[in-house]
């Protein structure tokens, strides 16, 4: 094989690599971060003690018990208060993760088992807890909380099917693309005249991609906010986006790190030892 034809298809065989690669990392995040719940959990529990996610649970559920009980408007700031300072206990981090695992183990379980209803979620346990929570600090009304097995909707049947066939393509995209892309860029690198040059060329194209994943994140966060309806609380939805795509970011990082420092290397290596021309033709 002519170096000519090594080095052009070893170009584009570190070029489809490093396309791969956001896209790799991408689908392995939302394969084995997202869809874990014990992962997921982990990632939301931190927001408990986010002061906007805590203004907008204050806001929402103090609404509730003000509707619920028939308090009236005069009573909503005392409300909205003992809501906030209850955000700060113990027992409202508790039901937090109790309402995040009920969540995502409902939704995860309908897309994986199937089923064309909607799926639903009993949220009694966690009213259940703030209601004892509420009590025992002798607010009013506490004791008027209904606790019923109401079911709330987190996601429409007619989305369900949509959400199973790209669940599935995640799982397959989350384990075949980072290996597709390690496996384009060995046989890149190894069928190249030049080996230390394509090394280096793959290392600056993992930090390409690590630069785009970090970018396509913080431009996802910016739409997703844009695209929110006017009653939904834009700093707790925009703390929600960071925990959920921290793990994310960090990859971003590590990708454009690892790529300059492995570039870096081989260029200092090369200077250092200058490599002999293939006499191969």
Same mark, same amino acid.
């Given at each position: 094989?002519?170096?000519?034809?090594?080095?052009?298809?070893?170009?584009?065989?570190?070029?489809?690599?490093?396309?791969?690669?956001?896209?790799?990392?991408?689908?392995?995040?939302?394969?084995?971060?997202?869809?874990?719940?014990?992962?997921?959990?982990?990632?939301?529990?931190?927001?408990?003690g986010d002061p906007a996610v805590r203004d907008a649970v204050a806001d929402t559920v103090g609404d509730g018990i003000v509707r619920e009980t028939g308090?009236?408007?005069?009573? #909503? !700031?005392?409300?909205?208060?003992?809501?906030?300072?209850?955000?700060?206990?113990?027992?409202?981090?508790? =039901?937090?993760?109790?309402?995040? #695992?009920?969540?995502?183990?409902?939704v995860l379980r309908a897309v994986r088992e199937g089923g064309t209803g909607e799926v639903r979620v009993d949220l009694a346990p966690v009213a259940a807890?703030?209601?004892?929570?509420?009590?025992?600090?002798?607010?009013?009304?506490?004791?008027?909380?209904?606790?019923?097995?109401?079911?709330?909707?987190?996601?429409?049947?007619?989305?369900?099917?949509?959400?199973?066939?790209?669940?599935?393509?995640?799982?397959?995209?989350?384990?075949?693309? !980072?290996?597709?892309?390690?496996?384009?860029?060995? =046989?890149?690198?190894?069928?190249?005249?030049?080996? #230390?040059?394509?090394?280096?060329?793959?290392?600056?194209?993992?930090?390409?991609?690590?630069?785009?994943?970090?970018?396509?994140?913080?431009?996802?966060?910016?739409?997703?906010?844009?695209?929110?309806?006017?009653?939904?609380?834009? !700093?707790?939805?925009?703390?929600?986006?960071?925990?959920?795509?921290?793990?994310? #970011?960090?990859?971003?990082?590590?990708?454009?790190?690892?790529?300059?420092?492995?570039?870096?290397?081989?260029?200092?290596?090369?200077?250092?030892?200058?490599?002999?021309?293939? !006499?191969?033709?």
């Amino acid at each position: 094989m002519s170096t000519r034809l090594r080095n052009a298809l070893s170009a584009a065989l570190i070029a489809s690599a490093c396309l791969l690669v956001p896209f790799g990392a991408l689908a392995a995040w939302a394969s084995y971060a997202l869809a874990d719940t014990g992962r997921y959990v982990t990632a939301m529990a931190p927001l408990a003690g986010d002061p906007a996610v805590r203004d907008a649970v204050a806001d929402t559920v103090g609404d509730g018990i003000v509707r619920e009980t028939g308090a009236g408007a005069p009573l #909503r !700031p005392f409300v909205r208060d003992a809501v906030r300072s209850f955000t700060g206990t113990a027992a409202f981090r508790a =039901a937090w993760d109790s309402g995040n #695992r009920a969540v995502h183990d409902a939704v995860l379980r309908a897309v994986r088992e199937g089923g064309t209803g909607e799926v639903r979620v009993d949220l009694a346990p966690v009213a259940a807890e703030v209601k004892a929570r509420l009590a025992a600090d002798h607010v009013p009304f506490a004791h008027r909380i209904p606790v019923r097995h109401t079911e709330v909707a987190v996601l429409p049947a007619g989305e369900l099917a949509e959400l199973r066939r790209g669940f599935r393509a995640l799982e397959v995209a989350g384990f075949w693309l !980072p290996v597709a892309a390690a496996g384009l860029a060995v =046989a890149g690198i190894t069928v190249a005249a030049c080996r #230390r040059r394509a090394l280096t060329a793959m290392s600056l194209g993992t930090a390409l991609g690590g630069a785009f994943l970090g970018l396509a994140v913080a431009l996802g966060r910016r739409l997703t906010l844009a695209d929110l309806p006017d009653d939904v609380h834009r !700093p707790a939805a925009g703390a929600v986006y960071d925990a959920l795509t921290e793990t994310l #970011r960090h990859v971003s990082w590590l990708l454009v790190a690892v790529g300059l420092t492995v570039a870096a290397a081989t260029w200092l290596l090369t200077r250092r030892h200058p490599s002999t021309p293939d !006499p191969r033709p």
